[in-house]
């Protein structure tokens, strides 16, 4: 009797400690204030809202002054937007989206007023060379097993950004995943299922409709880190650049 209430004593405080975890997990990051004021600069990205689909949005790279550039409206009813650019020559943003003249994805340029041109390009006809800059980057900031890595552009040097100590699961427990480096990339932004199994993360995905993974930016040198915005792309503007359409 006595060894069966210490089995179940133990059990319940496994179980509480799972438990604990999994709230912990659910209530997620937190803003940091402080990380974010150290952001310059502009940003633009593409969110997907609560319709689910991708609009472009600017804002500061601190995310004050968050305001919507543009949403695609197609015959398809899809209004998804990929492949944004900055070109930095001609001051306009060039973006994918489903372009009903040419019945395929092709280009587009953000005009001033808000509205969007076609550029009569298909994306079938880009040269291959379009996302070269993102796949570069990709390359020197990576994940393994769940860890993040950065290597150094002129040193090849590899350092270890964020340690996962969770059970890792490619789909549904993949640790950290990057997503994007800052231009001097002092800063990483990954995103992180906030559980440390996947069983965690199939249980709030169960009883939450909205759950996803959650978006941070982290400072490689202090390691201080913050939640950011939920973004599919992103684009990182310097102070000396002005693009036409942020105000």
């Not at 395929?104 to 800059?133: C, M, P, Q, Y």
Request: hydrophobic residues 40%.
């Amino acid at each position: 009797m006595k060894l069966l209430k210490i089995i179940l004593f133990s059990l319940a405080i496994v179980i509480t400690g799972l438990l604990s975890l999994f709230a912990w997990g659910c209530v997620g990051g937190q803003y940091n204030q402080d990380v974010l004021n150290e952001l310059t600069g502009q940003i633009i990205y593409t969110r997907r809202d609560t319709d689910s689909i991708l609009k472009i949005y600017t804002a500061q790279a601190n995310l004050e002054n968050e305001q919507l550039l543009y949403e695609h409206q197609d015959s398809i009813d899809n209004g998804n937007i990929s492949g944004i650019t900055y070109d930095k020559a001609n001051n306009r943003l060039i973006f994918e989206a489903y372009d009903d003249a040419l019945e395929d994805w092709g280009l587009f340029k953000l005009n001033e007023d808000g509205t969007a041109t076609s550029l009569g390009i298909s994306t079938l006809d880009l040269e291959a060379d379009w996302r070269v800059h993102s796949i570069m980057a990709e390359d020197r900031f990576y994940e393994e097993g769940g860890d993040l890595y950065l290597k150094d552009a002129v040193t090849d040097e590899t350092m270890l950004i964020k340690n996962f100590y969770g059970a890792y699961d490619a789909k549904f427990s993949p640790g950290y995943v990057p997503r994007a480096l800052s231009q001097d990339e002092t800063f990483v932004f990954f995103s992180y299922s906030k559980h440390l199994t996947p069983f965690g993360a199939l249980l709030e995905g169960l009883l939450n409709s909205d759950y996803h993974f959650q978006t941070y930016v982290r400072n490689v040198k202090t390691g201080e880190e913050s939640l950011y915005v939920d973004f599919g792309e992103i684009i990182f503007l310097s102070e000396t650049d002005n693009f036409l359409a942020h105000n």
